[in-house]
């Protein structure tokens, strides 16, 4: 059974940076790509960023490009979202998610396994 813990939310001022967390378990292989969503209060959910099973390759919405970077480490079955420079607009809560296949997450992809979310938000 697949299950994806996050950590590393928090409250932080604008301009400021976090860095997510993510710990998966259930699966033996690493032959899975991995990503992150986000939902602010009254907004849907939507893609944040993607990288592929190797972590040769990433994917990253439009509103975070050049500010956030996906990374995985597959030796620890982690994945991580670095956040830089945060404003306001990036307040939500965000889930880790898992696809069952390698190929490069876009946000038209449905990810198959969700983390429960941890929740980031940013002050003026």
């Known amino acids: 059974q697949v299950q994806l813990v996050e950590s590393g939310g928090g409250l932080v001022q604008t301009g400021g940076s976090l860095r997510l967390s993510c710990a998966a378990s259930g699966r033996t292989d690493s032959s899975y790509a991995m990503g992150w969503f986000r939902q602010a209060p009254g907004k849907e959910r939507e893609f944040v960023a993607g990288v592929s099973s190797s972590g040769a390759n990433t994917y990253y919405a439009d509103s975070v490009l050049g500010r956030f970077t996906i990374s995985r480490d597959n030796g620890e079955n982690a994945v991580y979202l670095q956040m830089n420079n945060l404003t306001p607009e990036d307040t939500a809560v965000y889930y880790c998610?898992?696809?069952?296949?390698?190929?490069?997450?876009?946000?038209?992809?449905?990810?198959?396994?969700w983390g429960q979310g941890t929740q980031v938000t940013v002050s003026d």
């Open positions: 998610t898992q696809y069952k296949g390698p190929g490069l997450p876009t946000p038209r992809v449905s990810p198959d396994y």
